[in-house]
RNA sequence: GGCGUUAUGGUGUAACUGGUUAACACGUCGCCCUCUCAAGGCGAAGAGUCCGGGUUCGAGCCCCGGUAACGCUACCA
């Protein structure tokens, strides 16, 4: 299958990447194309980039870069190269690039392989809206693209926004990528992708091959979502007359139910494993498992009863992993197995390393110490510490109905009005400034008094109606553990409620 | 709808360039150990490799045709 020879032998200097948006927390999907990225470098000995895209302005969270930083450090994935430790080809933050941008967007406009588009949003999307209904395929029109020279200098002069859009020709596009083979696509299936938003801001394709480019990235390891895009990069790679990459699209890690991961379905933040005790090493263990790539044990291995053909440290990744060997069905991301390997990875432990480990975790005086203001005035003995605040310490707590359910509501309404706490808290910054108004406004627009929206989540969040403050205990309990706890409660009264009444 | 990718027990993987009764791990169930629960030990159930054809002495591995799942189809990445 593969089409490249096997890692050990091959010295062949290579540049790869990994290019997370800093949209929220950081995703174990960044960290296992992370893991494979730098697996690839280390055993060829080349560098391992790490460049933040963040062009996004509507979805860009400022925190979630330095989440990012922390998070796969933390995993041990360390880069050569990146914004907090620079490098040749830098700056690694590409909202720090825009001019760079801007530049090569006018030089493939300037060779005739890009066009500016003053389409307004509301008018694509009326035609988009059209073809839809017609059972066409949305695409775009291609209005601007045939706009003399005179005229879009004329929309431009009178300060009409714009996009910048690449011209796809008649033809189509063959690349080979690594892991399958040759994949081709028809033009007639490929859009006049927008390069530059009338915000000056690129969009990935343009921004990621532009970057790719100058900064001498050899391979493309990425995500298997982007296949359907790599011929409008292809494309980009020739109007701009470079080299191309070479393209690895690895499977995509999913849920359950076979769908794309996502933090409905699963817990997908990094910080959210970090903080309920999961040890970096066995994530990175896990990941390494997800999409094979690791060569089965030696005869000898098994004789010398090595069954630890699943249990494998980072460095024994890098000696023997195998990324031409990786499988391409979509793994599922199977928290059972996650589980037991950390138990296996717990138990290897000297009891000084895991007093030490519960220490820098769920018992570090970071986290004890936020925790200690909250309860002091409530308790009559220190003794009364844990009866306080065992919910924070807690995996998981699941309120009964009678303390769920507020007095004069149907569950149904209440778990719907859950849900919308939920989505609203997603949406949220985690400071008290932030949490309280978006709360309180949700209550006030669904006419759910302060008092049963409050005391519902603190149902949920603590298991029971009396608690330390709700807004300062779910700040010191972190973002991540609470929308996870919330959405366990959801899934567990879900299922609770079609076992009721299954009968229909 | 269009395009693309993928397909081995419930889940993750294994099976040399096609070669004996498809292997391992997690999970499940049972037994042993044991003050409990884990851990540990022993054992069991569970796939005939998405389906249908073909090539071959022989196919999970090769060819053809289907099906299903997933992804993309944005001024998000």
Known sequence: MSTVTAATASAAPVRVRIAPSPTGDPHVGTAYIGLINFL??????????LRIEDTDRTRFVPTSEQMIFDALRWLGLTWDEGPDCGGPFGPYRQSERTEIYREHAQMLIDNGTAYRCFCTAEELEAVRKQQTAAKLPPRYPGTCRHLSAAQSAENLAAGKPFVVRMVVP???TTFRDELRGDITFEHSNVDDQVLLKSDGFPTYHL????????MQITDVIRAEEWISSTPKHVLLYQSFGWQAPRFWHMPLLRNIDKSKISKRKNPVSLVYYRDSGFLPQAVINFLGLMGGGMPSPTPI???????????????QMIERFEVPNIRLGGPVFDLTKLRWLNSEYIRALSPEQFYAALRETVLSDRYLSQIAPLIQSRVDTLGQFGDLTSF???????????????KKRTPEETLLFAAEQLAVLEATDWTLEALEPAL????????WSVKENFMLLRAILTGSTMSPPLLESMVVFGKARTLDRMRRFLETQKKLAAQNQPKK
Do not use: C, T
């Open 170 to 172: 008649a033809g189509s």
């Open 392 to 406: 924070l310490l807690r995996d998981d707590v699941m309120p009964p109905a009678e303390v769920w359910v507020p």
């Open 440 to 447: 309180k406004q949700l209550g006030e627009s669904r006419a």
């Open 207 to 214: 921004a990621n091959v532009v970057d790719d480019h100058l």
């Open 40 to 49: 690839y470098a280390r055993q060829r000995g080349g560098q391992f980039i």
């Open 301 to 315: 291995e098994i004789v010398n009863g090595a069954k630890e053909n699943e249990v494998f440290s980072l460095q």
